[in-house]
């Protein structure tokens, strides 16, 4: 394609939202005419499916349930006065609790204030709050946060080390949609234990979100936390940024949710319009059918050039892969669908993987999100005329167009500033895209009973390590891998057995192994 006939694509191709300042480019993937036209249908039926949802419809059917992150931005389309008033009584919840925090009229027991966060959660309880953390709070906010967003030790330890000086006054968030998953309870429990080891009271620093009358509610109440707030049954933790989960959290460090909410609202209205060239959310989703074959044959490489965007690519890692990665459609084939989805942050990748990008493996497209202020105030000039945000802007440009020339298509999204507005905007885009897609490719995107299976096998492996553990004790002498999965009644683990054993030894956990550790059949065990 020559240049005029390649900027007249853009100028086609661009969309461009005047209230939020947005512009979304869609030039540089190859699609033509045929392909809009052929997809169309398609189109027709995901409006509709998404105008059902938004109505309230069972959008989610193996669980059952509403889909209705977009109520959140705007109670007035919520399909029941109850639903409309658990949003709005939420907010307001959030909003006197935060002013109540922040002014110290609820404070520590032992301090005048709360000066830090501890966020303890994981999947969707987490990942929103962390990217907007990172993207959205003040250089000094007024409480800064801390997470914990796994069941590693030391990573339990680290944080908690260089919070030790500060825990009498750290606030802590339990996050758990369902209440009930191992990982912010083992980091809860542990939490309370330093807590108590401190002589603090944990229930006067602790707060929980999560559905209402969870295990992690019914815990909260009976043992007086702080407070608890709700999540609802009808919002998905991916989608659950502007939900308590996000909001409380944001609104802590003196982000101004509202805008928030407002930015999503807009691009929820933008992103309604059931015609897909006037709608960014269905633009992407075109963009992403076309470059994946329907079939996500190739990766979506999110490219924010902004060092405070940096987490939206593992944000979106769950938004995308976790409600478009599927085994069965919603008619029951096998299809595997989904999408890859990874990325960091220019021009810094472009110093990594961006060199495969532009000549190994064509099996990926790009996003590129530029932000077109620089930074708040003025720069300085480098060189004459030029400034690091000129370089940045040009690495950004110059990366897409080496891209292009070798057949590599990308996107562009582009955004004013990085604010609570876009940022609420930018979430919603990517909500609704996802929601589009998945009725483009008829899965359900709401559900994800994959992850169950690795929870079970899990689950599996912690009653092994109890039954093997029994066996030892009663035993009392020294066994073989063999003998020990015989006397266990789990030959068929062995594999699994061996890697126990190796793991309570390396930690000092009550077993002896003797013999080569390298070579299993070797290896002797015995309790201690
Ligand atoms: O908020 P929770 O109920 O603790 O869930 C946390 C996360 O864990 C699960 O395994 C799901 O796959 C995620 O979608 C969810 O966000």
Redesign the pocket.
């Known amino acids: 394609m020559n240049a005029a006939t390649l900027w007249q694509r853009y100028q086609d191709w661009l969309y461009y939202h005047e209230g939020l300042g947005f512009y979304l480019d869609v030039s540089r993937i190859s699609f033509d005419d045929a392909f809009v036209a052929q997809l169309q249908p398609k189109f027709e039926k995901a409006f509709q499916d998404m105008a059902a949802l938004e109505g309230g419809a069972i959008a989610n059917p193996d669980e059952d349930r509403m889909v209705g992150h977009y109520w959140l931005r705007n109670p007035d389309l919520a399909p029941t006065p109850e639903i409309k008033q658990d949003i709005t009584q939420t907010i307001e919840q959030i909003e006197t609790f935060t002013k109540k925090i922040l002014s110290g009229a609820i404070h520590p027991p032992q301090a005048p204030r709360f000066t830090d966060i501890l966020s303890i959660?994981?999947?969707?309880?987490a990942l929103g709050p962390q990217f907007v953390a990172d993207a959205l709070a003040p250089d000094f906010p007024p409480l800064g946060i801390h997470f914990i967003d796994n069941s590693d030790p030391a990573g339990i330890d680290r944080v908690l080390t260089r919070l030790r000086n500060r825990l009498s006054s750290t606030l802590v968030i339990v996050?758990?949609?369902?209440?009930g998953?191992p990982e912010?309870r083992n980091g809860m429990l542990e939490v309370k234990r330093v807590y108590a080891g401190q002589n603090l009271d944990f229930s006067h620093y602790a707060i929980a979100i999560t559905t209402p009358d969870s295990k992690l509610d019914q815990l909260a109440k009976s043992e007086k936390w702080l407070a608890t707030f709700p999540m609802f049954d009808w919002v998905?933790?991916?989608t659950s940024e502007m939900s308590s989960v996000g909001l409380l959290p944001a609104a802590l460090q003196g982000i101004d949710i509202q805008t928030m909410l407002a930015g999503a609202k807009e691009m929820d209205d933008a992103t309604r319009v059931p015609d897909l060239k006037k709608n960014p959310a269905a633009l992407l989703a075109l963009s992403w059918y076309y470059a994946g074959n329907g079939r996500g044959e190739k990766d979506m490489v999110i490219l924010p050039y902004k060092d405070s965007l940096l987490l939206f690519s593992r944000y979106l890692q769950?938004l995308v892969m976790?409600s478009l990665g599927k085994e069965k459609d919603l008619d029951g084939n096998v299809v595997n669908q989904g999408i890859a989805v990874y990325g960091n942050k220019g021009s810094t990748d472009q110093h990594a993987y961006v060199q495969q990008l532009r000549e190994g493996v064509p099996n990926f497209f790009a996003t590129f999100i530029e932000v077109l202020e620089d930074r708040q105030y003025g720069s300085p000039e480098l060189e004459p005329g030029t400034t690091s945000g000129d370089y940045l802007s040009g690495f950004l440009q110059g990366t897409r167009q080496a891209l292009y020339d070798n057949h590599r298509d990308s996107i562009t999204v582009t955004i004013p500033q990085v604010n609570p507005r876009t940022v609420g905007a930018l979430i919603a885009l990517y909500d609704r895209a996802v929601g589009l897609y998945g009725s483009l490719v008829n899965v359900n995107a709401y559900h994800?009973p994959g992850?169950e299976a690795g929870?079970t096998a899990a689950a599996a492996v912690l009653d092994l390590q109890k039954r093997i553990l029994q066996v030892l004790e009663d035993e009392s002498r020294s066994l073989s891998i063999a003998q020990l999965a015989e006397k266990a009644q789990a030959t068929d683990q062995i594999e699994t057995i061996y890697k126990i054993l190796r793991h309570l030894y390396a930690n000092k956990r009550g077993v002896i192994l003797n013999g080569n550790v390298g070579d299993p059949s070797s290896l002797t065990v015995m309790s201690n």
């Open positions: 959660g994981i999947g969707g309880s996050i758990s949609k369902s209440g998953t912010p998905g933790g991916r769950q976790e994800q992850v929870k």
